[in-house]
C-alpha cells in the first residue's frame, strides 16, 4: 500500500510537470495583456505627495510641499505615475503605438517674482522739460518717463528699482507714481496706486500707515481696479504701495497679487502649472503639446486672408491634408523659428466646408518640417 501512495505522487508530478514552460509562457501572457491597458487620470498632488518619506509609500521626499521647477516636476512626476499606476501602458498596432495612456497633473512649483523697494523720487519740473523741451513740468507722452529713466540711468543692471513720482497731462494734470525695474535687459513699469483709488480705499493721504493695512485693503481693492481687464484663474499682479516714513520721505513697495477665479491674495511664490504626461510604450514623459489658434495674420501669411479659413470642399485649394500641412508649416516655421527637435503642435484652424468649422491638425516638428502626429 505505501508503495502504491508513492508511485501515485511520482505519477501526479509526471503529469503536473509535463510541459516545463507552461509557467514561462503564462507570464509572457501576462506581460503582453498588460501592454494592453490604457487608462486616462487627473490628478492633483496633495502637500503630503510632496514630502511624504519614499519608506512610508511616498515617491518625491522633497522638504517643501512643492516642486523647484517645473523641469523638476517633469523628471520626478513619472516616479508617482509608475508606482501608481504600474500596469497602465500603451496598445499597439501593426508595431506603432495605437493608444497610449495620459495623465494630466496638476502641480506646484516655486516660482519667485521680485518685490523690490525704494524712496519715492519726485520729479522736478526741470527734470519733466529737459526730456520734453517744453516749459509745462509735465510729461504729455507715456514714452517720456521711459526716455527720462534711460537719460538718468544709463547703466543699468539686472534688478534696478526706481520709483518715480511724475507729473502726467492728459487733457488735466494728474500725479503718478509708478515703480521701474530693470530686468530682461529692458525697464518695465510697475503701477502704483493712484491718489483716487487711495481715496476709495479709504485713505486720506496717497500712501497707507503700515504693511498691514496695505495687505487687508489691497486684495479687496484689485477687484475694482481690474473690472475692466478681467482677470483668470491663475493670473498674476504686481502692485506698488507707498509708506509715509515721516521727515520727507515715502518709500515703496511692490508685491505681488495671485487671482483664484474669485479673490486675490498675496502671491507666496508658488505657482501652479498642469502638464499632461503620456505613456511612450516604456515611460512615462511630459507632453509637450501648445494647442495654437490660426490668426488674421496666418491666414494672410498662407495667402488665405480673404475669407479667413482654408476651403475644404471637393476640388478647392485646401481638400487635402497634405495641402493644409504645408500651409500650417509655413505658419508655424514662421511664427516659431526657434522650436526645438519634438515640439508637438495642436493647430486649430478655421474651415469652409459648405459650413464653417473648426478643425485640428496634430503635428510634430521633425527635421526642418513638422509632420504628422
Same mark, same amino acid.
Given at each position: 500500500?505505501?508503495?502504491?501512495?508513492?508511485?501515485?505522487?511520482?505519477?501526479?508530478?509526471?503529469?503536473?510537470?509535463?510541459?516545463?514552460?507552461?509557467?514561462?509562457?503564462?507570464?509572457?501572457?501576462?506581460?503582453?495583456?498588460?501592454?494592453?491597458?490604457?487608462?486616462?487620470?487627473?490628478?492633483?498632488?496633495?502637500?503630503?505627495?510632496?514630502?511624504?518619506?519614499?519608506?512610508?509609500?511616498?515617491?518625491?521626499?522633497?522638504?517643501?510641499?512643492?516642486?523647484?521647477?517645473?523641469?523638476?516636476?517633469?523628471?520626478?512626476?513619472?516616479?508617482?505615475?509608475?508606482?501608481?499606476?504600474?500596469?497602465? *501602458?500603451?496598445? @499597439?498596432?501593426?508595431?506603432?503605438? $495605437?493608444?497610449?495612456?495620459?495623465?494630466?497633473?496638476?502641480?506646484? @512649483?516655486?516660482?519667485?517674482?521680485?518685490?523690490?523697494?525704494? %524712496?519715492?523720487?519726485?520729479?522736478?519740473?526741470?527734470?519733466? %522739460?529737459?526730456?520734453? *523741451?517744453?516749459?509745462?513740468?509735465?510729461?504729455?507722452?507715456?514714452?517720456?518717463?521711459?526716455?527720462?529713466?534711460?537719460?538718468?540711468?544709463?547703466?543699468?543692471?539686472?534688478?534696478?528699482?526706481?520709483?518715480?513720482?511724475?507729473?502726467?497731462? *492728459?487733457?488735466?494734470?494728474?500725479?503718478?507714481?509708478?515703480?521701474?525695474?530693470?530686468?530682461?535687459?529692458?525697464?518695465?513699469?510697475?503701477?502704483?496706486?493712484?491718489?483716487?483709488?487711495?481715496?476709495?480705499?479709504?485713505?486720506?493721504?496717497?500712501?497707507?500707515?503700515?504693511?498691514?493695512?496695505?495687505?487687508?485693503?489691497?486684495?479687496?481693492?484689485?477687484?475694482?481696479?481690474?473690472?475692466?481687464?478681467?482677470?483668470?484663474?491663475?493670473?498674476?499682479?504686481?502692485?506698488?504701495?507707498?509708506? @509715509?516714513?515721516?521727515?520727507?520721505?515715502?518709500?515703496?513697495?511692490?508685491?505681488?497679487?495671485?487671482?483664484?477665479?474669485?479673490? @486675490?491674495?498675496?502671491?507666496?511664490?508658488?505657482?501652479?502649472?498642469?502638464?499632461?504626461?503620456?505613456?511612450?510604450?516604456?515611460?512615462?514623459?511630459?507632453? %509637450?503639446?501648445?494647442?495654437?489658434?490660426?490668426?488674421?495674420?496666418?491666414?494672410?501669411?498662407?495667402?488665405?486672408?480673404?475669407?479667413?479659413?482654408?476651403?475644404?470642399?471637393?476640388?478647392?485649394?485646401?481638400?487635402?491634408?497634405?495641402?493644409?500641412?504645408?500651409?500650417?508649416?509655413?505658419?508655424?516655421?514662421?511664427?516659431?523659428?526657434?522650436?526645438?527637435?519634438?515640439?508637438?503642435?495642436?493647430?486649430?484652424?478655421?474651415?469652409?466646408?459648405?459650413?464653417?468649422?473648426?478643425? %485640428?491638425? $496634430?503635428?510634430?516638428?521633425?527635421?526642418?518640417?513638422?509632420?504628422?502626429?
Amino acid at each position: 500500500m505505501k508503495n502504491f501512495i508513492y508511485l501515485f505522487m511520482v505519477l501526479g508530478l509526471v503529469f503536473t510537470s509535463c510541459d516545463p514552460m507552461e509557467d514561462i509562457h503564462d507570464d509572457i501572457d501576462r506581460e503582453t495583456a498588460l501592454d494592453d491597458i490604457v487608462g486616462e487620470v487627473t490628478y492633483t498632488f496633495t502637500d503630503e505627495d510632496y514630502t511624504k518619506k519614499k519608506d512610508e509609500g511616498g515617491y518625491f521626499e522633497l522638504s517643501f510641499p512643492n516642486f523647484g521647477s517645473i523641469d523638476e516636476a517633469k523628471t520626478l512626476t513619472p516616479l508617482y505615475l509608475t508606482g501608481t499606476y504600474p500596469v497602465w *501602458g500603451v496598445t @499597439w498596432k501593426d508595431g506603432e503605438i $495605437k493608444e497610449a495612456s495620459t495623465a494630466t497633473i496638476t502641480f506646484k @512649483w516655486y516660482s519667485p517674482m521680485s518685490t523690490p523697494s525704494a %524712496n519715492v523720487y519726485a520729479l522736478t519740473d526741470d527734470d519733466h %522739460n529737459d526730456i520734453t *523741451g517744453n516749459t509745462f513740468g509735465n510729461f504729455d507722452r507715456s514714452y517720456y518717463i521711459f526716455n527720462y529713466l534711460e537719460a538718468t540711468y544709463p547703466n543699468p543692471v539686472e534688478g534696478d528699482f526706481h520709483s518715480l513720482r511724475y507729473r502726467f497731462w *492728459g487733457g488735466g494734470e494728474t500725479t503718478l507714481t509708478d515703480g521701474f525695474i530693470f530686468e530682461n535687459e529692458e525697464w518695465t513699469q510697475i503701477k502704483g496706486f493712484t491718489p483716487d483709488e487711495y481715496s476709495n480705499m479709504g485713505e486720506r493721504f496717497p500712501n497707507f500707515s503700515s504693511h498691514d493695512e496695505a495687505a487687508i485693503k489691497i486684495p479687496l481693492a484689485l477687484p475694482d481696479i481690474f473690472k475692466f481687464q478681467p482677470k483668470k484663474a491663475g493670473d498674476i499682479v504686481q502692485a506698488m504701495y507707498e509708506l @509715509w516714513k515721516g521727515g520727507g520721505v515715502t518709500e515703496s513697495y511692490v508685491n505681488n497679487y495671485i487671482f483664484d477665479g474669485n479673490t @486675490w491674495a498675496k502671491y507666496n511664490n508658488v505657482a501652479e502649472e498642469t502638464i499632461k504626461f503620456g505613456h511612450d510604450g516604456t515611460v512615462w514623459v511630459p507632453d %509637450n503639446t501648445i494647442k495654437y489658434t490660426l490668426t488674421s495674420a496666418d491666414y494672410d501669411l498662407v495667402e488665405n486672408g480673404r475669407f479667413g479659413n482654408f476651403d475644404v470642399r471637393s476640388g478647392r485649394a485646401e481638400e487635402t491634408v497634405e495641402v493644409r500641412l504645408a500651409k500650417i508649416n509655413t505658419i508655424l516655421l514662421n511664427n516659431f523659428p526657434s522650436d526645438a527637435e519634438g515640439q508637438k503642435y495642436n493647430v486649430s484652424y478655421n474651415v469652409w466646408s459648405g459650413a464653417n468649422e473648426v478643425w %485640428n491638425m $496634430k503635428v510634430i516638428k521633425t527635421g526642418a518640417e513638422y509632420v504628422l502626429q
